[in-house]
């Protein structure tokens, strides 16, 4: 069975304090890793896909990079509007598998 | 830039009622999906549809569920019998396709329903 492992739970950091988001995961096989941004009330916002251990992806004050049991969404000098819940999804490679499994996320607090 | 919407943004039912919601996927994409959050918790995947057919579900998605592609844009979710335990946010998502060259499996999704069973 896929898991997902997010952690930590919840973060508070100040306005330009930098930090990483940890998901650990397991799959039958990878054929991608997601990150996702959700603000309270809305839907997932794509943010990241990865798929190879090694890959790194950079997006603003975001950064995500991949190993072969984990991933990590690196912040860069935060600021308030990057509050939200982090979200992190596997999808396996088994034929036919197309949902994604997610972790519980890491609900981020930027403080300014 | 192009998106997916649901209505409605908030569903209240009486239980043991029928519910419908409703989402118009990204114009281009093939593969459709619904999700559900029971509220602090995480999102699950419900099913997934290609070419009018259901392509993978969940255990969650027992006799109760049922999808449709009812004419070109529209893609539904049918809860036939609602429970109380089916409260719950629920997203559709689209994507170009399944296999991951080009980042062609990237779900985007929709804001969500919220529904509400009393």
């Known amino acids: 069975e896929d898991q997902v492992t997010q952690s930590p739970e919840a973060l508070r950091l100040q306005e330009g304090e930098s930090s990483s988001l940890n998901c650990s995961y397991t799959v039958s096989g990878l054929r991608g890793l997601f990150w996702y941004r959700q603000d309270p009330g809305k839907g997932p916002e794509f943010l990241f896909t990865?798929?190879?251990a090694g890959e790194e992806k950079e997006k603003e004050r975001l950064k995500a990079t991949l190993t072969k049991k984990e991933s990590f969404l690196h912040i860069t000098a935060p600021k308030p509007e990057d509050s939200a819940t982090y979200l992190c999804?596997?999808?396996?490679?088994?034929?036919?598998?197309?949902?994604?499994?997610f972790g519980k996320g890491t609900h981020l607090i930027i403080q300014p | 830039e192009p998106e997916v919407t649901q209505t409605p943004s908030h569903q209240v039912t009486q239980m043991g009622q029928e519910v419908i919601l409703r989402c118009v996927p990204i114009?281009?994409?093939?593969?459709f999906y619904w999700y559900r959050q029971i509220l602090g918790q995480k999102v699950e995947f419900l099913v997934s549809?290609?070419?009018?057919?259901?392509?993978?579900k969940s255990e969650i998605f027992d006799d109760q569920f049922s999808v449709e592609r009812p004419d070109g844009s529209n893609f539904t979710l049918k809860i036939r019998s609602t429970k109380l335990e089916d409260s719950a946010m629920y997203f559709c998502a689209s994507s170009e396709a399944r296999y991951r060259g080009m980042a062609k499996n990237i779900q985007y999704f929709g804001a969500g329903t919220r529904l509400s069973v009393l």
């Open positions: 999804a596997v999808q396996a490679m088994i034929g036919g598998a197309d949902g994604l499994t």
């Open positions: 114009s281009n994409h093939l593969y």
């Open positions: 990865l798929y190879s």
């Open positions: 549809f290609y070419n009018n057919e259901i392509s993978e």
